[in-house]
């Protein structure tokens, strides 16, 4: 959730670029209307969707305390930490040793791991890396799993459903990752087709296949028209904005906000979908 800095936009050599900082002052609003409109049960602060990558230690926490307030938390249920992604781990090892040290600043929290290797280029599969890993980080408690490979997720649940939490982050291939026993889900969709979703999840519990299959198909036939348009975080923001009425803001640079056109085509998109 950012906003313009300056009110007057700066100008940069081919285009006009605003410099953003945070907006605080929506996050009360945005907390109820997770919970009243969509039925969204925990937030995942400071993510891919929250720019988490993009804002300095000192906004993060800003970011974090102020969600807490809101949701009457006492503090983090939970951390989480994604694979280096720059001078990257080639190994398992080096993965779990750089994870083990994150997790040991915080050591009376859970821990989990962001697994998202279209983004951090690191895709050391996870069922190796939970083989043992309880062992070098005592906090750990599950992961993040945004990625397709729906295989090693199956084999993380195989091998580790009892101990660990396992969560999904694919949106669109939510129903197949239940099918394998996910344990839940995180996702930026969630932000504006939670309650579809929900009600995905209670059809799937009641084993109503078809049912459930057609959530999945709305959310599939909402992103698979995006994603021919160009979509992103900066665009899931303006599709935020137009669900919730809530202003998301723009992104933080290298993004750049969703045009108006995506927004127009988008917008009727999202109310021509029928279940
Ligand atoms: C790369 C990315 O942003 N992944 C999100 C969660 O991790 C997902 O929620 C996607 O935004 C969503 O599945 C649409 O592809
Ligand atoms: C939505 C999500 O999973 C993220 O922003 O990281």
Redesign the pocket.
Same mark, same amino acid.
Do not use: F, R
């Given at each position: 959730i950012l906003r313009p800095k300056y009110p007057v936009q700066k100008l940069y050599a081919f285009s006009t670029i605003q410099e953003v900082e945070i907006n605080l002052t929506v996050i009360g609003q945005y907390v109820d209307y997770l919970v009243k409109e969509q039925g969204v049960k925990n937030v995942f602060v400071n993510?891919?969707?929250g720019e988490g990558l993009a804002l300095s230690t000192q906004e993060r926490k800003q970011l974090a305390e102020e969600w807490a307030k809101h949701a009457a938390a006492i503090g983090a249920s939970g951390i989480a930490g994604i694979a280096p992604f720059f001078f990257k781990p080639t190994n398992k090892d080096t993965l779990v040793a750089f994870l083990r040290e994150v997790a040991s600043e915080a050591p009376g929290i859970p821990f989990y791991y962001y697994h998202?290797p279209?983004?951090t280029g690191v895709k050391i599969r996870v069922e190796e890396l939970l083989d043992g890993i309880k062992e070098q980080i005592p906090t750990f408690q599950g992961v993040?799993f /945004?990625d397709t490979d729906l295989l090693d997720f199956a084999q993380c649940v195989k091998n580790h459903k009892e101990q660990f939490v396992l969560l999904y982050?694919?949106?669109?291939h939510l129903l197949s990752a239940l099918a394998v026993g996910a344990t839940g889900a995180?996702? /930026?969709?969630y932000n504006y087709l939670g309650k579809k979703n929900n009600l995905m999840l209670e059809a799937f519990a009641k084993q109503d296949l078809a049912l459930a299959q057609r959530y999945q198909f709305c959310t599939g036939e909402f992103?698979s028209f995006v994603f021919k348009l160009g979509f992103g975080?900066a665009q899931?923001k303006a599709v935020m904005t137009f669900t919730s009425g809530i202003p998301m803001g723009p992104p933080r640079l290298p993004l750049l906000s969703a045009s108006v056109d995506f927004i127009e085509k988008a917008k009727a998109k999202m109310t021509s979908l029928i279940l």
């Open positions: 993510g891919t969707t998202i279209p983004l993040k /945004s982050g694919v949106d669109e995180v996702g /930026s969709t992103l975080v899931t």
